[in-house]
Structures are given as structure tokens and as C-alpha cells.
């Protein structure tokens, strides 16, 4: 047989594509996932107009049960609001939207793997909760919020895992259903679950209740929050949070549909 010989030397052609890294696909599907995100117009209102709005509205007017330095308490419920908002409900309609439309299966054709795809999404998530966090944390701190360096730490600790949480859902929902029946679902649950997260925030609610509202995510979050940033560790809470996570992923993963 005669053997081949290559006649020009490697570099004599240009371009010469090669496969690239896992790293720098990742970053690509993050950055257009945020993009997307922060172009939505509905997304901006979930994640960034009704936090704002709750927070600055609870914590000036007139509104009984909350305590004296009512800031103090307002502000892990409305980070627990933002968490909610983003994760959750505009991830779920995002990624049923996306599987309606025929997007997710396209970009399931392409060489960006499935794992991919997921955590590109998970990522541009993870980035807008950053922003939303110092964005209330500085309207907070501007209307008298103090927090301790240790509880600031503690509290990124648990909207991390709250995110992790309820991204897990999401993924979830908008992976298993229909869109406009993920779309009504979302806001449907996301209302309920803001009911639920309220009753957390009443001093004087019998502990039998208390217990109940904070099996949800919703309350487990914004109790865990809230003593996080009293340099407390709710372990109840971050075990409801931890177990909603694990039984959502797993049920995500194995549902999950790309069309």
C-alpha cells in the first residue's frame, strides 16, 4: 500500500478548526442565557421591579407585625422573593417556552452538550441572583439595614443553596409540561408559595403552623434567610431546602424533555 505523505506543512491553511474546550462552551451558553434573561421584559419585572417595590413598600409604610426595625425582616423575605422569582417561576416559563418554540431542541442538535445546556441556564441564573442580592442589599442598607460581615456570609451560603433549589424546580416544571400549562403553574405557585413564605414573618404564629409553612421552600427559605443573617443556622430549613433540591434534581434529570 503507499503511504501518504502530508505536502504542506501544518499552519499553511487557515482557519483550522478545532474542538473547543468544555469551559469555553459553557461560557458561551452562559453569556446568551443572561442575555436573554436581562432582555426579557417580564423577566425584569419578577426579578428586579416587584423585589424592589416589596422591599421599599414593607419596610415604609404602615404595616403591623413586622417588628420594630421592620428593615431587619424585610429584607430576607424580599431576597427570598427574588430567589423565588428567578429561579423558579422565570426559569420554569423560560425553559417551556424554549421547548415550544423548538430552541432547546436545536441547541440540543448542536455539539454543546445536554449537561451543557443545563447548567448555562443554572449559571445565568446564578449570576442575576448575585446582582439582585447587591442591589437589595444596598437599598436595604440605605433604608437601615445593618448586617454583621458573619451573617452576610451565611446568608450567601443559603441563597445559594435556595437558588440550587429552586432552579431544580424550575428545570422541573418547564421541562415536563406543557408552556402555557407551565406558564399558568409557575405564577399559580409562585403566589401560593409567596402566601406561604408570609406567614413565616408573623412573631406570634403557633409553632405547629410554623413548622408546616416551613416544609415549603418559600418558608424554609425566608426563615433560613433570616436567621442567617442574625448569624443563626436554621438545620430544619436547610434540610427542607436540601431534600426539595435532591428530589427536584433527580426528578428533573430523569423527566427532563428537550422538545
Not at 70 to 88: G, K, L, Y
Not at 196 to 219: E, H, K, N, Q
Request: hydrophobic share 55%; with cysteine; glycine share 10%.
Amino acid at each position: 500500500m503507499t503511504e501518504i505523505h502530508n505536502r504542506f506543512a501544518p499552519g499553511t491553511f487557515a482557519p483550522a478548526p478545532q474542538p473547543t474546550t468544555r469551559g469555553k462552551m459553557l461560557a458561551a451558553q452562559t453569556r446568551l442565557e443572561l442575555i436573554l434573561l436581562l432582555r426579557n421584559g417580564e423577566q425584569l419585572l419578577l426579578t428586579m421591579f416587584i423585589p424592589i417595590t416589596l422591599l421599599i413598600g414593607l419596610t415604609l409604610l404602615p404595616v403591623s407585625g413586622l417588628g420594630e426595625h421592620r428593615v431587619d425582616r424585610v429584607v430576607p423575605a424580599v431576597m427570598m422573593v427574588a430567589v423565588m422569582s428567578t429561579a423558579f417561576t422565570g426559569q420554569a416559563i423560560a425553559v417551556g417556552f424554549d421547548r415550544r418554540y423548538g430552541a432547546l431542541k436545536r441547541l440540543g442538535a448542536t455539539p454543546l452538550p445536554r449537561w451543557g445546556i443545563v447548567a448555562g441556564k443554572c449559571s445565568a441564573v446564578l449570576i442575576v441572583v448575585v446582582l439582585q442580592s447587591i442591589l437589595l442589599g444596598a437599598i436595604g442598607i440605605a433604608l437601615g439595614w445593618r448586617p454583621s460581615v458573619t451573617g452576610l456570609a451565611l446568608g450567601a451560603v443559603v441563597i445559594a443553596l435556595g437558588t440550587a433549589t429552586f432552579a431544580a424546580l424550575g428545570l422541573l416544571l418547564g421541562g415536563t409540561l406543557k408552556a402555557e400549562i407551565v406558564l399558568a403553574l409557575a405564577n399559580i405557585l409562585w403566589f401560593i408559595m409567596l402566601g406561604t413564605a408570609s406567614l413565616v414573618m408573623i412573631d406570634d404564629l403557633p409553632t405547629a403552623v410554623s413548622l408546616i409553612a416551613r416544609t415549603i421552600p418559600s418558608g424554609a427559605l425566608a426563615e433560613c434567610l433570616d436567621q442567617a443573617l442574625r448569624t443563626s443556622i436554621d438545620w430544619y430549613g436547610i434540610a427542607v431546602l436540601a431534600a426539595w433540591g435532591s428530589l427536584s434534581g433527580w426528578l428533573a434529570t430523569r423527566f427532563f424533555r428537550f422538545d
